[in-house]
Every structure is written in C-alpha cells, then in structure tokens.
T-cell receptor
Framework: GQQVMQIPQYQHVQEGEDFTTYCNSS?????IQWYKQRPGGHPVFLIQLVKSGEVKKQKRLTFQFGEAKKNSSLHITATQTTDVGTYFC???????????FGTGTRLKVLA | NAGVTQTPKFQVLKTGQSMTLQCAQD?????MSWYRQDPGMGLRLIHY???????DQGEVPNGYNVSRSTTEDFPLRLLSAAPSQTSVYFCASSYKTGLGQPQHFGDGTRLSIL
C-alpha cells in the first residue's frame, strides 16, 4: 500500500540552527499537508501545498512540494524553543478520501 | 466555537470490555475521521466518514466500528478491547472532502487496555 516516510525520525538542534525534515511518498500526491504536534498535544494544521514545485513561507518556515509531487520538505530557519514538537506530513491516497500521515520528525531545540 | 470535542480524555479498560469514544464537532464539517497514534508510528487512519450515513475503512479498521447518524457526531466503538488497542485516539474533521481541507483535531483520548 501507499507509504509516506519522513526523515529524520529525530533531530536535536541548538537554538538558532536551521532544521529540515523531508517527506517522501511511494505514490504521487494530489496535495500535501503539514502538521505540528507539541508534546502531549494534538496535531495542528500548518499549511497545504497543491501545485508541483510549489513553495510557501510562513515567517521562519519554508515548505516545498516536489516537481513530481511525491516529496515535500519543511525548513525552519533559526530555530527557537517554541519550534519543539513533532512535524508530520500527510497526503491523500489516490482516488480516495483517506489521508496517510508520515511517520513524523521529532524536533528538540536546545537553548 | 468548541471545535472538535472528544470524550473521555482518559480511559482504562480490561481486556474484552467494550466502550465508545465520543467525538463531536460544531463546525458543520462534512469529513470526520478517527486516528490512533502509537509511539514512533505516527497517526494511522481507523475509519472515516464523508457525510452523515457514509463511513469507510481506513488503514487499521479491525476491532473498531463507527457510525455517522448526524453531521456533528462520529463515535468510535471498541467491540472487545485488546491490549494492542492501547493508544492515543484522535478524532478530526474538515470542512469538505475533495481536493483537501485542513483537518481540525480534538485533544485526544488516552486509552489503556489491561
């Protein structure tokens, strides 16, 4: 079946360093969503990408959707302690309304 | 608005017991879904619904039942609890199906099966 993998699984950075997580799908995605989950919390929607090659920015966060619409990335510039959490990508399986979540990247920011 | 409300927040069950996890949303969302989250495994889709009276299976539906009699409510039933169903359960909703809409999650139900 369709799989969505994320790397790395864990990342520890010093505050102020940059961070990137990568999301790879085994199949083409019509769109991709990114979520953030704080420790002990629930996933919170960050952004959705729809177009091939699309790049969107939210302050220090940059999201990219690959040309083949099978991969995506989230880059955080100059991390802050408030960026701590797990970042998930999610995409719909082809022809269905089922969303498959990636395995997540857990970010820890050391002050 | 309350958003997506899940009850209970915590529950401990014995093996073989049954129970219903409640989920309600007040945003008039068409799409609702249930996920379970286990350590290191992300979120896995159990069941979902694209509208009242319509439900379908996700990745891991075995041992769970759902129904959608109203737009607002989407309860998840554990038929005969097993230790493998120990997990955190999240309900989510979104405005429309189709190309994709942001999913709004509840606070989760932490379920332990002894």
């Amino acid at each position: 079946g369709q799989q969505v993998m994320q790397i790395p699984q864990y990342q520890h950075v010093q505050e102020g360093e940059d961070f990137t997580t990568y999301c790879n799908s085994s199949t083409t995605l019509s769109n991709i969503q990114w979520y953030k989950q704080r420790p002990g919390g629930h996933p919170v929607f960050l952004i959705q990408l729809v177009k091939s090659g699309e790049v969107k920015k939210q302050k220090r966060l940059t999201f990219q959707f690959g040309e083949a619409k099978k991969n995506s990335s989230l880059h955080i510039t100059a991390t802050q302690t408030t960026d701590v959490g797990t970042y998930f990508c999610a995409g719909p399986t082809s022809g269905t309304y089922k969303y498959i979540f990636g395995t997540g990247t857990r970010l820890k920011v050391l002050a | 608005n309350a958003g997506v409300t899940q009850t209970p927040k915590f529950q401990v069950l014995k093996t073989g017991q049954s129970m219903t996890l409640q989920c309600a949303q007040d945003m008039n969302h068409e799409y609702m879904s249930w996920y379970r989250q286990d350590p290191g495994m992300g979120l896995r889709l159990i069941h979902y619904s694209v509208g009242a009276g319509i439900t379908d299976q996700g990745e891991v539906p075995n041992g769970y039942n759902v129904s959608r009699s109203t737009t607002e409510d989407f309860p998840l039933r554990l038929l005969s609890a097993a230790p493998s169903q120990t997990s955190v359960y999240f309900c989510a909703s979104s405005y429309k199906t189709g190309l994709g809409q942001p999913q709004h999650f509840g606070d989760g139900t932490r379920l332990s099966i002894l």
